[in-house]
């Protein structure tokens, strides 16, 4: 897996980089989405995320290190998703909001 999906996606889940995604590497739970080992490293996908929440492996902030097992592990169970959604009505409202690991459905 070259890129992340970090905790800022958590609750605002926009769907704007599966759709640019050359490998269909997105795979979709209720509020966060995971980048599965099928990345090929193009990075399209960062500029796509309206919240920051890309980042390439070697890049993660120090306190989203965790986020690389995370997106692993989720992407061998979620639904792969290759079509832009809505986001939440209330992206917006959690968009930096700190310490949202705790409210990741699985």
């Known amino acids: 897996m070259a890129y ?3 905790e ?3 609750k ?3 769907t704007d ?3 640019v995604c050359p490998v ?3 795979f979709e739970g209720p509020n966060f989405l995971v980048i599965g080992d099928e990345c090929i490293d193009c990075a399209l996908c ?3 995320c309206p919240v920051d929440a ?3 492996e070697d890049d993660l902030p120090s306190d989203q290190l965790h986020f690389l097992e995370i997106n692993k592990e989720l992407s061998l169970i ?3 998703i290759t079509v832009k959604k809505e986001a939440p009505i209330d992206a917006d409202k959690w968009d930096g909001v700190p310490g949202k690991l705790k409210l990741l459905e699985r």
């Open 8 to 10: 800022n996606c958590i």
């Open 17 to 19: 980089c599966v759709e």
């Open 4 to 6: 992340a999906v970090t």
């Open 54 to 56: 890309i980042y390439y």
């Open 78 to 80: 979620w639904p792969n």
């Open 24 to 26: 269909e590497c997105f």
């Open 46 to 48: 960062v500029a796509e």
């Open 12 to 14: 605002c889940k926009h």
